[in-house]
């Protein structure tokens, strides 16, 4: 006998939430007002003129192989971006989630889809993360325990919005910074 998959629910820092996103293979979805996740190739298929009268309801889905450059003159155009991470081993996505604030300055949602694991979670936030399509049990339900987990201390600077970048000094010390 089989376990039920659980259904996926989108968790934002300010806990869960309803899901005003669908994902869709296609440009015909952006008819009407939804809001709508697109491949990276329909994405790109879009004619200009049709990005941008959509692009308040306008996202596309990276997989890890996708390059990030493929949008990064786009990115104006996008409310939001969700990067795949379609196995636990494949950290691709959090390098694309990075470069995205931190390159590119993208200010849009920036959303976890895949295999979002508990352990991951905090990483994902500091990253630059701040949607997250969840659907492992633990997860979920240490989520609406209100654990997200993590380290009060951190040695990598940070990409996370609204964290002060820290001041260099001796050595790496220039690197610690306080967990949220």
Known sequence: MTEATPAIRLWTPEGFREDGWVHAEDAAALAGNRRVILSLPAFLELDPVQREGAKERLGVLLQPGDQLDAISGLLDQLSLVALAFPA????????????????HGFKGAVRATGQVLVDQLPHMLRVGFDEFEVSHPVLLKRLQE???????????????????????????????????
């Open 88 to 103: 636990f081993n494949d950290g691709r996505s959090f390098s694309k989630a990075e470069l995205l604030r931190s390159r």
């Open 146 to 180: 209100g654990r997200t987990g993590g380290l009060p201390l951190y040695y990598q600077p940070t990409a996370k919005a609204g964290e002060a970048a820290p001041v260099k000094g001796v050595g790496y010390a220039w690197r610690r910074a306080p967990g949220s």
